[in-house]
């Protein structure tokens, strides 16, 4: 795989912005790892192995409802599941697809963020390029992970605590941004609140378990009442 510096640096520039979102984002993740009860080495590990932003911070919640292993495993799989795609689309534009190294590299790295920027080039993409892109914001989410895990050894308790908010504000973000291009992300969102309430109130279901039902089932539920052009297949 040959390396371009030009193109690495161009992947640089354009990936910056991504840096600083997920730098911010990330300091609150370090902090929820901390105060989960993670040491320092496996919280910044957590983002070096996983690179997943909202499946991580889904990951910490279900963790700290005290679920299953295996219905943590599963349900950041299915939320995860989507770069699949992303990886596979963007695979088709790569200047050079027979590249073993340079696939790898792109699957583990491609998220939303880099998707998104790297779909707008209107041309083929560089192995080099892509590697500027993705290890800008790969940087950015590691190290935004531990400097906001050391930053709670100096900050108050309530503080700390107040952590656990921030997986709430980002699936509400995500919602929002989901919700203003159709009412049905509401819909979707409303049917597998209110299933998830059943089971665990009704059923008394634990929290893991009836997350991944009621998240597989709003999956099934989402499928069938968006049309192929609303979910982004045409």
């Given at each position: 795989?040959?390396?371009?510096?030009?193109e690495v640096r161009?992947?640089?520039?354009?990936?910056?912005?991504?840096?600083?979102?997920?730098?911010?984002?990330?300091?609150?993740?370090?902090?929820?790892?901390?105060?989960?009860?993670?040491?320092?080495?496996?919280?910044?590990?957590?983002?070096?192995?996983?690179?997943?932003?909202?499946?991580?911070?889904?990951?910490?919640?279900?963790?700290?409802?005290?679920?299953?292993?295996?219905?943590?495993?599963?349900?950041?799989?299915?939320?995860?599941?989507?770069?699949?795609?992303?990886?596979?689309?963007?695979?088709?534009?790569?200047?050079?697809?027979?590249?073993?190294?340079?696939?790898?590299?792109?699957?583990?790295?491609?998220?939303?963020?880099?998707?998104?920027?790297?779909?707008?080039?209107?041309?083929?993409?560089?192995?080099?390029?892509?590697?500027?892109?993705?290890?800008?914001?790969?940087?950015?989410?590691?190290?935004?992970?531990?400097?906001?895990?050391?930053?709670?050894?100096?900050?108050?308790?309530?503080?700390?605590?107040?952590?656990?908010?921030?997986?709430?504000a980002m699936f509400?973000?995500?919602?929002?941004?989901?919700?203003?291009?159709?009412?049905?992300?509401?819909?979707?969102?409303?049917?597998?609140?209110?299933?998830?309430?059943?089971?665990?109130?009704?059923?008394?279901?634990?929290?893991?378990?009836?997350?991944?039902?009621?998240?597989?089932?709003?999956?099934?539920?989402?499928?069938?009442?968006?049309?192929?052009?609303?979910?982004?297949?045409e």
């Amino acid at each position: 795989m040959h390396i371009n510096g030009k193109e690495v640096r161009e992947g640089i520039h354009d990936g910056f912005p991504i840096f600083l979102g997920y730098f911010t984002t990330a300091l609150a993740f370090g902090l929820l790892t901390r105060t989960s009860g993670f040491r320092f080495v496996e919280g910044v590990l957590t983002s070096m192995i996983t690179f997943a932003g909202s499946g991580q911070f889904l990951m910490m919640n279900l963790y700290n409802a005290g679920s299953m292993l295996l219905s943590i495993i599963v349900s950041v799989f299915f939320i995860n599941s989507r770069y699949i795609f992303m990886a596979s689309s963007l695979s088709q534009r790569l200047a050079d697809p027979k590249s073993v190294m340079g696939r790898l590299m792109c699957g583990f790295g491609t998220v939303d963020e880099v998707f998104t920027v790297a779909s707008f080039k209107g041309r083929k993409l560089s192995y080099s390029y892509m590697a500027g892109l993705i290890f800008t914001s790969y940087v950015g989410w590691v190290s935004g992970t531990a400097i906001g895990y050391l930053g709670g050894t100096f900050l108050p308790d309530v503080v700390q605590k107040a952590a656990v908010i921030t997986v709430y504000a980002m699936f509400a973000s995500l919602l929002g941004s989901e919700a203003r291009r159709g009412a049905k992300a509401i819909l979707v969102a409303s049917f597998s609140a209110l299933l998830n309430s059943i089971l665990i109130l009704v059923a008394g279901l634990s929290t893991g378990l009836s997350f991944l039902i009621s998240m597989i089932a709003a999956t099934v539920f989402g499928a069938l009442i968006y049309t192929d052009k609303e979910a982004g297949i045409e």
